[in-house]
């Protein structure tokens, strides 16, 4: 059995085409609408644990395994983000659900954009954890030198690494339990389906500069204060960039922010989900009342 987190609630699981899934009943009878969670390279559904009860008090929620991760099927040689984008709207339409909020997570972010920008009108909107955008030439050079690695060194070798990267060096001890977590989801990852996946993020950096402008939904761009890579800077500039996008940054906060700071994350995700559905619902009472 694959290491993973564990949420208070039962799932539904399944797989569609590929595609390993967990969807959580909302808590209420009045749902708001579905809320999918896309995790980052390495990882896998389980990693939103954190999350899950959270969201689950007023909205359903689905997560599931990107290409080459968990129980879902490996990606192309040579994959896109569009390819990803379109796992994501397979699985969408096998479940028959037409809308939806989109949260992803450093990798899942990009593919949340990607899914944005393609699909508007499956989109509800769309929050980035901890994307890349843009990165420095310094960046750039130090995210391909890992991809080029790939392969080439035990799965393990490059663990210590990511750890010191996504937690601090040394990683805190409260934050020891996380860490330890996450390495057991490191070392369990297909190799095959991490090297696809890990070039493709290490390349894609630029993949919506020029594009965000068409960014139709509201979208939240949150990282953390103390994340190098996933910087500050880089949600302020796709917030910018993006026509209905604001940045927030967690002070103190790392890449990992979802499992370390949980309940930061959980309330800043829940007041825009709730921003964008009031938003919603005033623009469809406008459209109503234009008709009357």
């Given at each position: ?120 009108q499956r989109t509800l909107s769309v ?166």
């Amino acid at each position: 059995m694959k290491p993973e987190f564990a949420p208070e609630r039962a799932a539904s699981r399944g797989a569609a085409g590929g595609t390993s899934y967990s969807v959580y009943a909302p808590r209420s009878p009045d749902a708001l609408a579905t809320v999918v969670l896309i995790h980052g390279v390495g990882m896998n559904r389980s990693v939103w644990a954190p999350q899950i009860d959270a969201l689950a008090a007023s909205y359903q929620v689905l997560v599931y395994d990107m290409l080459g991760h968990g129980e879902s099927a490996l990606p192309s040689a040579t994959p896109t983000l569009a390819e990803y984008a379109a796992q994501l709207k397979a699985l969408l339409d096998a479940m028959g659900i037409g809308r939806a909020h989109v949260v992803g997570h450093s990798m899942g972010a990009l593919v949340a954009l990607e899914f944005a920008l393609a699909h508007p009108q499956r989109t509800l909107s769309v929050a980035a954890l901890n994307a890349v955008y843009d990165r420095t030439p310094a960046q750039r050079e130090a995210v391909m030198s890992r991809a080029a690695s790939l392969g080439e060194t035990p799965p393990e070798a490059g663990v210590d690494a990511t750890l010191s990267r996504w937690f601090g060096d040394p990683v805190p001890r409260h934050l020891t339990q996380a860490a330890q977590a996450v390495r057991a989801l490191l070392l369990s990852v297909d190799p095959l389906g991490y090297a696809r996946t890990y070039r493709l993020f290490a390349a894609s950096d630029d993949a919506h500069v020029g594009r965000l402008a068409n960014l139709a939904v509201p979208a939240l761009f949150l990282t953390g204060e103390c994340d190098p890579n996933s910087s500050p800077a880089m949600s302020r500039a796709m917030a910018t960039a993006a026509p209905h996008g604001r940045a927030e940054i967690l002070p103190n906060a790392r890449h990992m922010m979802n499992l370390t700071d949980p309940a930061r994350v959980n309330e800043r995700l829940l007041a825009f989900l709730a921003e964008a559905n009031a938003a919603r619902h005033a623009h469809a009472s406008i459209i109503g009342a234009s008709h009357e």
